[in-house]
């Protein structure tokens, strides 16, 4: 099991940047791929964007492409989430997430962090 933990969130006005961090511990070498999603009240968890371990390889959601930047840190197993441009509708609990593949979808996701808070005042 790979355990999770972000970091980073905060206030920030529209327009400002903001860097996440998701460091991870335990059974890192089975993980494939990592993702972060966000989630609001009375919705469901949206995909953001993922990296594929191995490669650096990213993907991201259509709404962030352009803005937000995942990387990691092999060294630190340590993966960051770089949003710039925030606009108000970014304000949401930020998620990061473990997989032993990639994809797009929350359900094959197998560990997950506590989410960190993002809040984009206009």
């Known amino acids: 099991q790979v355990q999770l933990v972000e970091s980073g969130g905060g206030l920030v006005q529209a327009g400002g940047s903001l860097r996440l961090s998701c460091a991870a511990s335990?059974?890192?070498?089975?993980?494939?791929?990592m993702g972060w999603f966000r989630q609001t009240p009375g919705k469901e968890r949206e995909f953001v964007g993922c990296?594929?371990?191995?490669?650096?390889?990213?993907y991201y959601a259509d709404s962030v492409k352009g803005r937000f930047t995942i990387s990691r840190d092999n060294a630190k197993n340590t993966m960051y989430l770089q949003m710039n441009s925030l606009k108000p509708e970014d304000t949401a609990v930020y998620y990061c997430?473990?997989?032993?593949?990639?994809?797009?979808?929350?359900?094959?996701?197998?560990?997950w962090g506590q989410g960190t808070q993002v809040t984009v005042s206009s």
């Open positions: 335990g059974r890192t070498f089975s993980s494939y791929a």
């Open positions: 997430a473990a997989a032993t593949s990639i994809s797009v979808m929350a359900e094959n996701y197998n560990s």
């Open positions: 990296i594929r371990w191995s490669t650096g390889g990213t």
